[in-house]
């Protein structure tokens, strides 16, 4: 089947192809097929293990690029060996679309057109997922991801879960944790990590139960994403977040990061001061190794500025750590006794807190707290102070 010459043309020029991964989907896979190659020749198809007739049909398609299985080895093999295949056939990016027919390729001009206008991005056909034949286990599937994605990233997106994609290839990650359906969820939380835009675009979509066959495992496969996205979290929250955060406070300074977020905050006086409170409460208290998780998932719970909160946590930082540990220490003794009372010098051990530990996890909570309300009652009045003065001018 001829494709269109000027589509075809401006997708060669952009060195773009289409990776179709399949398996089992012999119903509609040369419908999907016969659908692309009429806006283009470049098209890889990878056949993950199939089973059934594929191989036959796929015969019939000797001038398209082919990958096959000898096993089944899950989506996300078939999708990262297609990327191995068109950078090695030197394409710059790539569109993946699923064999199940539920994707129109008719839409690939409008992968194009957005690409053209957003640059290097990864884009995501957003289904409509109020269609009457979308199940309503993949509807409830997408919310999930969706909201995951935007806890790791801080990225809202409509659809994360859609299979019809455009990858700048260049840009994602080269090494991957995952090879089942749970792949699609990381590239795209890793890409954004890496700074890349991720996007949606509106697409079509047909689910037709006569002839759409999915091969999500509810059970396995939603153990399997749980699984990523409990290592994910951990990895933003750990790593990602506190790495951007020191990013973007290098980039502008301490000056201008406190002027942008806490002065200059579209946030109420009270949500900043009690954000600035949680993070000083956080950083005190005895959670070492667990402050940056634990400050900004009650930054979300309680709705407060997560910039905020998670920068007065740092409070803690090495300079002032003897003194943060003297000091609960120091306020414990009032309410556990101990027989060796210590002193802030070079000859305090931490074989000497651990003797005293229960006096520092007392002391450190009570010290927490009279810091929070310090800093949260001394911010707002600050601010409430430099406010009117603004007004006033």
């Not at 989506?75 to 679309?97: D, M, Q, S, W």
């Not at 969706?146 to 790791?152: A, G, H, I, L, Y």
């Amino acid at each position: 089947m001829e494709s269109n010459f000027y589509e075809d043309k401006s997708i060669k020029e952009a060195k773009i192809c289409v990776i179709v991964p399949t398996y089992n989907n012999h119903k509609t896979l040369k419908r999907v097929l016969d659908s692309i190659l009429v806006h283009t020749s470049d098209v890889i198809v990878v056949n993950d293990g199939s089973t059934d007739t594929t191989f036959q049909i796929l015969e019939k398609y000797q001038n398209v690029v082919q990958i096959h299985h000898h096993k089944n080895s899950g989506k996300g093999t078939a999708i990262r060996n297609g990327f191995k295949k068109a950078i090695e056939l030197n394409y710059n990016y790539a569109i993946t679309i699923d064999s199940d027919g539920q994707h129109f390729a008719s839409d690939i001009p409008g992968f194009i057109e957005a690409l053209k206008n957003e640059g290097d991005v990864l884009l995501i056909g957003s289904r409509n997922m109020t269609h009457e034949n979308v199940p309503k286990k993949s509807s409830f599937g997408n919310k999930f991801s969706n909201f995951w994605f935007w806890f790791e990233t801080g990225n809202k997106l409509e659809d994360t879960q859609s299979g019809f994609r455009l990858y700048p290839l260049d840009k994602i990650p080269s090494r991957y944790f995952t090879n089942k359906f749970e792949f699609e969820i990381e590239v795209i939380v890793r890409a954004a990590w890496n700074n890349v835009p991720v996007k949606n675009i509106p697409i079509q979509v047909l689910y037709d139960p006569s002839e759409r066959v999915s091969h999500f495992r509810p059970f396995k496969d939603f153990t399997r994403i749980s699984i990523l996205n409990t290592v994910l979290v951990t990895i933003a929250l750990f790593y990602i977040k506190p790495r951007h955060f020191f990013q973007k406070l290098k980039k502008k300074g301490i000056k201008k990061f406190f002027l942008e977020n806490v002065l200059e905050s579209n946030d109420s006086n009270a949500r900043k001061a009690t954000s600035i409170a949680l993070g000083v409460f956080i950083g005190i208290s005895p959670f070492w190794g667990f402050q940056t998780i634990i400050v900004i998932a009650l930054a979300v719970l309680f709705k407060l500025n997560k910039a905020i909160a998670f920068a007065f946590s740092n409070i803690s930082f090495p300079p002032l750590i003897p003194f943060v540990i003297y000091g609960s220490l120091k306020i414990g003794s009032y309410f556990i006794i101990s027989d060796k009372p210590l002193l802030l010098n070079t000859e305090m051990t931490f074989a000497d807190i651990q003797k005293n530990i229960s006096q520092y996890l007392v002391g450190s909570f009570v010290l927490a707290t009279l810091m929070a309300l310090l800093f949260g009652t001394t911010s707002y009045l600050l601010l409430t102070f430099v406010n009117n003065f603004k007004h006033k001018k």
